[in-house]
């Protein structure tokens, strides 16, 4: 059989543990075999980004952005137990922060579904997928206790000049609390475009809630920004595509995505999508089936997995044991890549080559063979579940395929 040709490469970013081990059993169980693999190779393994002073995460980065798409392995954001685990010159920054930085992009993540395996909200038989907008607001806030009988003031200088001073809260009563945070135009406009790229990508509307009834400047602007890069940029697209962009009251969102059926992309301001996005996930299941991108505001991407390393499994693969580790999600990182480069490069049978490794995947799992995470979720009728280990699983896929 001869192998699929590529014209680009993809950006190929080798990770750490498990999820490192998984990365090259991928590569050569399920697509060296079909595919004559063009990549611009950075390996983020937390010893090389020690041994460069983590350039090469930066040159990864600027690499995707150079070539559009790129493929992520999960990797280690160290700590300080991880510093004297590797004996580190530094605690080094998360690569995938380095590498949003550089890309300006948002974060999308998405449950990957398969029959037997049902979310905890039954009507969610499509995926939800969840947009943060990973700046400003509470987590880059200052925050401070004041005392009763001060005054607390929302003051705004302009080269040591008082421009404005709107009172906060006169503690005259009682001591208490206050919080400054602040976003930039800059970035929700490029969040605005990111999701808005994604969601013409993924062919689903895009939702976005907030609180301008009561925030009616902060989160009014987020409303207002939407609204005009929408009109201006996206609406026309957006209409040839069949999809639709709305913004309504964050409490209008949450009731409408519960009574939804999926297939959606649920636009989050910061907070939100932190505390949400962990709801989303831990309702269709497993971390292990849950995809990610990074979408820059012009059009590039970033695959991964949404989990990490998988630490515990690495040491006891270290031992000789053998791991039942999901490769799903780092598969779908995979087929997200090359389907993309596929598409930017008009070559229809790398497309094709991703969505039959998805289906066989999937079938694989709906046949019953799946990692040890999924048995105690699976439930179908005349099937008892396999557990097969991290191999054996890519293995069985390779038949499928
Ligand atoms: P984790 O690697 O996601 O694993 C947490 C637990 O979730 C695992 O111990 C395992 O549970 C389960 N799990 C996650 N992915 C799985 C998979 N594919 N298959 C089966 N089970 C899976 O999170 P962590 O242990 O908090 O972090 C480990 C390292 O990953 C840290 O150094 C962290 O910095 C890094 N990290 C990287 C990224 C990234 O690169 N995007 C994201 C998050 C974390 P059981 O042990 O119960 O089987
Ligand atoms: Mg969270």
């Known amino acids: 059989m001869s192998r699929i040709k590529m014209k680009t490469p993809v950006v190929e970013m080798d990770g750490d543990e498990m999820t490192r081990i998984l990365w090259k059993w991928i590569k050569e169980i399920l697509i060296l075999p079909r595919v004559d693999l063009k990549t611009d190779y950075y390996d983020l393994g937390l010893c090389e980004r020690d041994r460069t002073d983590d350039d090469v995460t930066v040159r990864a980065a600027e690499a995707a952005l150079k070539y559009g798409v790129a493929v992520k392995c999960a990797t280690i954001t160290p700590n300080a137990q991880r510093v004297e685990e590797y004996k580190l010159k530094k605690m080094w920054k998360s690569p995938n922060g380095t590498i949003r930085r550089i890309m300006d992009g948002t974060v999308f993540r998405a449950p990957i579904l398969a029959k037997g395996i049902t979310p905890y909200v039954p009507g969610w038989v499509k995926p939800i997928a969840i947009a943060r907008h990973a700046y400003g607001d509470i987590y880059n806030s200052v925050e401070c206790r004041v005392n009763e009988g001060e005054k607390a003031y929302l003051v705004v200088e302009k080269d040591g000049a008082e421009i404005s001073r709107t009172l906060i809260h006169d503690f005259a009563d009682g001591e208490g609390i206050i919080q400054g945070m602040h976003n930039l135009d800059k970035s929700i406009s490029a969040f605005a475009r990111s999701c808005f790229n994604y969601a013409l990508d993924a062919g689903v509307p895009a939702w976005l809630g907030a609180k301008d009834t009561i925030s009616k400047t902060y989160d009014h602007r987020f409303k207002d920004i939407f609204n005009e890069i929408y009109e201006r940029e996206y609406k026309q697209k957006f209409e040839k595509a069949g999809i639709y962009f709305m913004y309504t009251l964050i409490d209008d969102v949450v009731a409408r995505v ?106 694989t799992i709906e046949a019953g063979f799946m990692t040890g995470d999924l048995i105690p979720l699976f439930k179908r009728e005349n099937i008892t579940p396999v557990k097969l280990d991290s191999e054996e699983f890519l293995l069985k896929i390779a038949e499928k395929l």
């Open 258 to 363: 519960m009574r939804s059926d999926g297939g959606l992309l649920w636009i989050c301001k910061n907070y939100d999508g932190d505390v949400m996005s962990d709801m989303v996930a831990t309702a269709y299941g497993s971390l292990g089936m849950m995809s990610s991108v990074l979408v820059s505001p012009d059009g590039k991407y970033e695959y991964e997995a949404a989990h990490g390393t998988v630490t515990r499994h690495y040491y006891k693969y270290l031992n000789g044991e053998k791991t039942s580790t999901n490769s799903v999600a780092t598969i779908w990182a995979w087929t997200g890549a090359l389907c993309k480069r596929g598409e930017l490069d008009g070559i229809p049978e790398l497309c094709d080559f991703a969505k039959k490794l998805e289906r066989a995947t999937i079938s």
